[in-house]
């Protein structure tokens, strides 16, 4: 059974930083390029970054971009995504997603 995994989320101040993990299980993990998304209360689904299956290529949303690092280690079977200076926009639910499943997600609340 494919299982995503995230962690990490809570509560922070603005400016603040947050890493995320996600563990996956049940496929073969280092061949599937990672992304993650989230979505914000009242919103659709937003995509974050993604990364490919060896890590060397990452992309951002615009949104994010130079504030969030997205990585994977392959052999623990694990993505990140290191969120600095957070702002209130980035209050949401954040999941990891191997392209067809979604984890659960961990939520991310940054105060103003």
């Known amino acids: 059974e494919v299982q995503l995994v995230e962690s990490g989320g809570g509560l922070v101040q603005i400016g603040g930083s947050l890493r995320l993990s996600c563990v996956a299980s049940?496929?073969?993990?280092?061949?599937?390029?990672m992304s993650w998304v989230r979505q914000a209360p009242g919103k659709g689904l937003e995509w974050v970054s993604d990364i490919n299956s060896s890590g060397g290529r990452t992309n951002y949303a615009g949104s994010v971009k130079g504030r969030f690092t997205i990585s994977r280690d392959n052999a623990k079977n694990t993505l990140y995504l290191q969120m600095n200076s957070l702002t209130p926009e980035d209050t949401a639910e954040y999941y990891c997603?191997?392209?067809?499943?979604r984890g659960r997600g961990t939520q991310v609340t940054v105060s103003s």
């Open positions: 049940g496929f073969a993990f280092s061949t599937y390029g």
């Open positions: 997603s191997n392209g067809p499943i």
